[in-house]
Protein backbone atom coordinates (compact mmCIF):
# COMPACT_ATOMS: atom_id res chain seq x y z
CA UNK A 1 0.00 0.00 0.00
CA UNK A 2 1.74 3.13 -0.98
CA UNK A 3 1.67 6.20 1.03
CA UNK A 4 2.66 9.50 0.86
CA UNK A 5 2.81 11.73 4.58
CA UNK A 6 3.74 15.20 4.21
CA UNK A 7 5.21 16.98 7.40
CA UNK A 8 6.96 20.17 8.12
CA UNK A 9 3.89 22.77 7.47
CA UNK A 10 3.85 25.90 9.87
CA UNK A 11 3.11 29.58 10.09
CA UNK A 12 5.40 31.93 9.42
CA UNK A 13 5.93 35.42 8.67
CA UNK A 14 6.67 36.88 4.98
CA UNK A 15 10.21 36.44 4.08
CA UNK A 16 10.75 33.72 5.98
CA UNK A 17 11.09 29.61 5.30
CA UNK A 18 10.05 26.47 5.89
CA UNK A 19 10.72 22.94 4.41
CA UNK A 20 8.36 20.48 4.03
CA UNK A 21 8.97 16.67 3.67
CA UNK A 22 7.06 13.83 1.83
CA UNK A 23 8.00 9.93 3.24
CA UNK A 24 7.43 7.69 0.76
CA UNK A 25 6.44 4.12 1.58
CA UNK A 26 4.54 1.02 -0.25
CA UNK A 27 7.24 0.50 -3.59
CA UNK A 28 10.09 1.79 -5.33
CA UNK A 29 9.88 5.30 -6.86
CA UNK A 30 12.36 4.58 -9.29
CA UNK A 31 11.29 6.42 -12.64
CA UNK A 32 8.64 8.21 -11.00
CA UNK A 33 8.12 11.48 -10.86
CA UNK A 34 7.47 13.37 -7.25
CA UNK A 35 5.33 16.38 -7.02
CA UNK A 36 4.77 18.85 -4.70
CA UNK A 37 0.91 21.10 -5.62
CA UNK A 38 -0.89 23.46 -3.24
CA UNK A 39 -4.21 24.43 -2.79
CA UNK A 40 -5.69 27.68 -0.97
CA UNK A 41 -8.98 28.23 0.27
CA UNK A 42 -11.48 28.76 -2.13
CA UNK A 43 -8.84 28.26 -5.50
CA UNK A 44 -8.03 25.21 -7.44
CA UNK A 45 -4.95 22.94 -6.47
CA UNK A 46 -2.37 24.25 -8.05
CA UNK A 47 1.53 22.72 -9.28
CA UNK A 48 4.28 23.80 -7.41
CA UNK A 49 7.05 21.94 -8.46
CA UNK A 50 8.55 18.55 -9.91
CA UNK A 51 11.41 15.98 -9.35
CA UNK A 52 11.96 12.31 -11.22
CA UNK A 53 13.20 10.40 -8.09
CA UNK A 54 15.76 8.64 -9.85
CA UNK A 55 18.03 11.72 -12.16
CA UNK A 56 17.12 14.49 -9.83
CA UNK A 57 15.61 16.65 -12.77
CA UNK A 58 13.32 19.23 -11.90
CA UNK A 59 10.95 21.45 -12.54
CA UNK A 60 9.01 24.43 -11.09
CA UNK A 61 6.03 26.12 -11.28
CA UNK A 62 6.79 30.62 -12.51
CA UNK A 63 5.56 31.75 -9.52
CA UNK A 64 8.34 30.11 -7.02
CA UNK A 65 11.28 29.95 -9.45
CA UNK A 66 14.41 31.05 -7.51
CA UNK A 67 12.42 30.95 -4.13
CA UNK A 68 11.66 26.85 -3.73
CA UNK A 69 14.04 24.04 -4.07
CA UNK A 70 12.71 20.41 -4.62
CA UNK A 71 15.25 17.60 -3.93
CA UNK A 72 15.29 14.23 -2.66
CA UNK A 73 16.94 11.56 -0.57
CA UNK A 74 16.72 8.25 -2.37
CA UNK A 75 18.05 6.44 1.04
CA UNK A 76 15.47 7.63 3.12
CA UNK A 77 12.59 7.91 0.50
CA UNK A 78 11.71 11.31 1.11
CA UNK A 79 11.16 14.47 -1.24
CA UNK A 80 11.36 18.17 0.54
CA UNK A 81 10.64 21.57 -0.64
CA UNK A 82 12.76 24.06 0.44
CA UNK A 83 10.93 27.08 0.59
CA UNK A 84 12.42 30.54 0.64
CA UNK A 85 10.91 33.97 1.05
CA UNK A 86 7.52 33.37 1.50
CA UNK A 87 4.89 35.26 0.90
CA UNK A 88 1.08 35.90 2.03
CA UNK A 89 0.10 34.22 -1.98
CA UNK A 90 1.89 30.95 -0.87
CA UNK A 91 -0.50 30.31 1.92
CA UNK A 92 -2.16 27.02 0.95
CA UNK A 93 -2.09 23.40 1.98
CA UNK A 94 0.57 21.12 0.38
CA UNK A 95 0.06 18.55 -0.66
CA UNK A 96 3.04 15.68 -1.82
CA UNK A 97 2.23 13.42 -5.42
CA UNK A 98 3.64 10.32 -7.01
CA UNK A 99 3.13 9.54 -10.55
CA UNK A 100 4.56 8.26 -13.46
CA UNK A 101 4.80 10.65 -16.07
CA UNK A 102 7.99 12.88 -16.76
CA UNK A 103 8.22 15.66 -14.60
CA UNK A 104 3.78 15.83 -15.21
CA UNK A 105 2.33 19.33 -14.02
CA UNK A 106 -0.92 17.68 -14.41
CA UNK A 107 -2.68 16.71 -11.46
CA UNK A 108 -4.41 13.67 -13.20
CA UNK A 109 -1.02 12.09 -14.41
CA UNK A 110 -0.26 11.56 -10.37
CA UNK A 111 -1.55 8.31 -9.17
CA UNK A 112 -0.90 8.46 -5.28
CA UNK A 113 -1.31 11.66 -3.13
CA UNK A 114 -0.89 12.52 0.43
CA UNK A 115 -2.91 14.36 2.88
CA UNK A 116 -1.43 17.53 3.24
CA UNK A 117 0.29 20.18 5.39
CA UNK A 118 -0.78 23.14 5.83
CA UNK A 119 1.15 26.30 5.61
CA UNK A 120 0.38 29.64 6.28
CA UNK A 121 2.45 33.46 5.77
CA UNK A 122 1.63 36.16 7.12
CA UNK A 123 1.95 39.48 6.45
Known amino acids: QVQLVESGGGSVQAGGSLRLSCAASGRTFTGYAMGWFRQAPGKEREFVATIMFSGGSTYYADSVKGRFAISRDIAKNTVYLQMNSLKSEDTALYYC????????????????WGQGTQVTVSS
Open 97 to 112: AAGRRLLSRTIREYDY
